[in-house]
Every structure is written in C-alpha cells, then in structure tokens.
C-alpha cells in the first residue's frame, strides 16, 4: 500500500499553488524551515472551506441541519488534511514539486501568482454566486 500512497500525485494547479505559498513562507526567516508544512495546511484550509461550503449548499437533510455542525466541519477538516499530508508531505513530495517549478524566474511567478489568484477568484465568485 505504501508503493500505491508514494505515487500519488496533486494535480498541477494544486502543485503550482503549493510552491506560491511555499515561496512567500520560505523568504520569512521564522518559517524558512517549516514553509512546506504551512504552505500544505495553507491549500488544505481553502479546500475545506470549500468542502464545507458545499456541503452546506447541497446536504440540507435532517442529519446536518440538525446535528453538531462542528463535528461536520472537524470530519471534513480532517479528511482534507489526511488527503493534503499524503498529497505533499508524505515521503517528502513536496521537494519534487519545488524543483518541478524552480526554473521559473521571478517576474514569471509573479505572472503566474496574479493568473492563478485571477483563476481562484472566478472560481469562488462562480460558487458564491450559485
């Protein structure tokens, strides 16, 4: 099963969002050691959000209306960062996915960072707005 887990790869806009964060985290001298852990926790929070946006969207049955919503949001957390862990910590793939972007130069991340905060705004005003 460990062979299957090491395989596992995030999809490219996840892996470039990753090595954004981990760019802006690495240049803070009290996070130079630890900006893959907070870069990872950084993507797994915006997806539980919107994990737990949609769930209160689509699953109005009585289960979720009328129990704990706090247990509801602590299941979802916990399943996205399990996923989020073997997904970029696990077996340290998240050093793969740093060299895979480290040709680009600084004025392309730029670039990039503003494409994919344009891509994520879109994203979210389109499930806001639904």
Partial sequence: MSSWLAKIRAPKYLRYFFYIAYSWYRSHTSERYEAHYTAAIFLGISKALILLFFLNLFFTDAMYRDGNRNEWAFFI??????????????????????????????????????????????????????
């Fill in 77 to 130: 957390c916990t399943i996205t960062f399990i996923i989020f862990y073997y997904l970029f910590i696990y077996k340290k793939k998240w050093r793969s996915y740093i060299d895979e972007f480290s040709y680009l130069k600084r004025q392309d991340r730029r670039r990039g960072t503003i494409y994919l905060f344009i891509y994520m705004y879109s994203y979210a005003s389109f499930t806001y707005n639904s």
